[in-house]
């Protein structure tokens, strides 16, 4: 069980950092949703994102949910959903920017590998004899 605990605990905090991003969006969209509101609608599309319409059905049903709390403001509901991805898929390039960076740092500062050095096998005073 103890395997599974940090695991567990980076998931969740993934989980609630993408809450807070996506309800940073709708406020700066003038939306104001109750942080329970949004709390289950990013669990709604977080659960078709998993087990239903693949990597963007949880977005369509964000998009649907949010939509019908704000009727007035359906587009600017929608594009909520669509900003979040964006800055989503930002982050992920810049964390693999980050990372290849690091691999290229390791590599200039990791010794070069010795490679054993295979020697000629030796031939054997019997094997010299039967050549004769």
Aim: aromatic share 10%; with cysteine.
């Amino acid at each position: 069980m103890r395997e599974l605990r940090w695991p567990l605990l980076v998931f969740l905090l993934c989980l609630y950092t993408g809450i807070l991003r996506w309800d940073l969006v709708l406020r700066a969209q003038g939306i104001h949703l109750a942080p329970r509101k949004v709390f289950a609608i990013f669990f709604i599309g977080h659960f078709f994102n998993a087990f239903m319409l693949g990597a963007t059905g949880g977005d369509v049903a964000r998009g649907y949910y949010a939509s019908r709390e704000v009727p007035g403001r359906k587009t600017e509901a929608i594009s909520t959903v669509l900003i979040d991805r964006l800055i989503g898929l930002r982050a992920r390039r810049e964390r693999r920017v980050i990372v290849e960076e690091d691999k290229k740092v390791l590599e200039r500062h990791t010794p070069p590998r010795i490679e054993p050095v295979i020697a000629k096998p030796v031939p054997s005073k019997r094997a010299e004899k039967e050549k004769q």
